[in-house]
């Protein structure tokens, strides 16, 4: 999974270089064709299709996801902005980056495994349940505010739709299907590959002023596409 997120960051300037890009477009594009739905939709979605058993390998991938997005994503868009680089600061960025200090410290939670009190349970529950609709809201007053667009405007949207969910996984599925992983974990691992735009990589274009109409789009697109494409991808992963 881990090779497969890299290989996706990295298409980037091929892509890029082809469609002529601009360079707002290209710094988006790294948070574009790698980073999917996984956990908002992704987990109960496979836990649901293929059962409890899932549930480990799901959690564990959407925990590996975030990490090379606030990694290496990041860093290749502050490389590529016409800004002046300083390492410094790109690193006091990642150091004080709170979403990923959270799998950092989660991770560590689960491996040493910390005792966590139900009251903060409860605590953090209620926090993560407030992310969604906060970023729901945010992304409808954003769209609401812009015109429908043309058809032509509309390409790009679709054409990256297909990309995330359908030729990207299918590339992934090939590649994967003689490894050692086991069926869960090749199958969790497809599914994930082919989630629809997540919300957090609309956020991450907000706070980094990318191209957010394009982001938004293609969240909204590719939820809806989801719900023909992935019922396909469960019965071809069987």
């Known amino acids: ?3 497969y997120l890299v290989v996706c ?3 980037t300037f091929p892509v890029s270089a082809l469609f002529k890009t601009s360079v707002k477009t290209k710094r988006t594009l790294f948070l574009l064709l790698g980073f ?3 956990s908002y939709l992704g987990i109960p979605l496979i836990t649901n299709a293929l059962g409890a ?3 480990g390998s799901a ?3 959407s925990a590996v996801y975030p990490i090379w997005m606030f990694t290496l994503a990041i860093v290749l868009i502050e490389l590529t902005g016409h800004e002046k680089v300083h390492i410094l600061t790109i690193l006091k960025k990642l150091g004080t980056n709170p979403l990923l200090i959270s799998v950092f410290l989660g991770l560590l939670a689960s491996y040493f495994k910390f005792p966590v009190q139900g009251a903060v349970m409860k605590t953090l529950d209620l926090f993560g349940q407030s ?3 906060v970023v729901l809201f945010s992304l409808g007053i954003f769209l609401g505010s812009q015109e429908i667009g043309s058809r032509k405007e509309w390409w790009p949207v679709i054409g990256l739709s297909m990309v995330i969910m359908i030729i990207l996984p299918g590339i992934f599925y090939f590649l994967a299907k003689g490894s050692d992983m086991t069926n869960i974990q090749f199958r969790v691992s497809i599914l994930d590959a082919a989630m629809p735009m997540g919300l957090t990589a609309y956020a991450m274009t907000e706070q980094y002023q990318l191209n957010a109409l394009l982001t938004g789009r293609l969240v909204i ?3 809806i596409l989801a719900a023909i494409i992935l019922p396909v991808w469960i019965v071809v992963t069987a």
């Open 59 to 61: 959690i564990l991938i």
């Open 131 to 133: 992310v969604t609709a």
């Open 221 to 223: 697109l590719s939820t």
């Open 9 to 11: 960051i990295l298409l």
């Open 36 to 38: 999917g739905n996984i």
């Open 53 to 55: 058993e899932a549930l």
């Open 1 to 3: 999974n881990s090779i």
